[in-house]
């Protein structure tokens, strides 16, 4: 599958480096709608998740120290699950 996907990755460039710019953008444009559309959603919590996330909502706002309570109790749990799996 992996030799597969090289060919089609060549095949991609070279129809890019046909096309327009104008023309681009609406591919780009068609294969985000593809991958919204049918790939599988990003794990929970994982970074692609969370940058998707972002780039769909827009940067999160946090009220006055929030984020940094957030940060602290991320900090002690993870403290706790490395004292406990010594």
Same mark, same amino acid.
Request: no cysteine.
């Given at each position: 599958?992996?030799?597969?996907?090289?060919?089609?990755?060549?095949? +991609? #460039?070279?129809?890019?480096?046909?096309?327009?710019? =104008?023309?681009?953008? *609406?591919? /780009?444009d068609?294969a985000?709608?593809?991958?919204?559309?049918y790939?599988?959603p990003?794990?929970?919590?994982?970074?692609?998740?969370?940058?998707t996330? +972002? #780039?769909?909502?827009?940067?999160?706002?946090?009220? =006055?120290?929030?984020? *940094?309570? /957030?940060?602290?109790?991320i900090?002690?749990?993870?403290l706790m699950?490395?004292?406990?799996?010594?």
């Amino acid at each position: 599958m992996t030799q597969h996907l090289t060919i089609q990755t060549k095949e +991609l #460039e070279a129809i890019l480096a046909d096309l327009p710019l =104008e023309k681009v953008q *609406e591919l /780009l444009d068609f294969a985000d709608y593809l991958r919204q559309r049918y790939a599988p959603p990003p794990q929970r919590g994982s970074a692609a998740a969370i940058l998707t996330t +972002l #780039e769909e909502g827009g940067p999160a706002h946090f009220e =006055e120290g929030e984020l *940094e309570q /957030l940060l602290e109790e991320i900090e002690s749990l993870r403290l706790m699950d490395m004292n406990g799996n010594d």
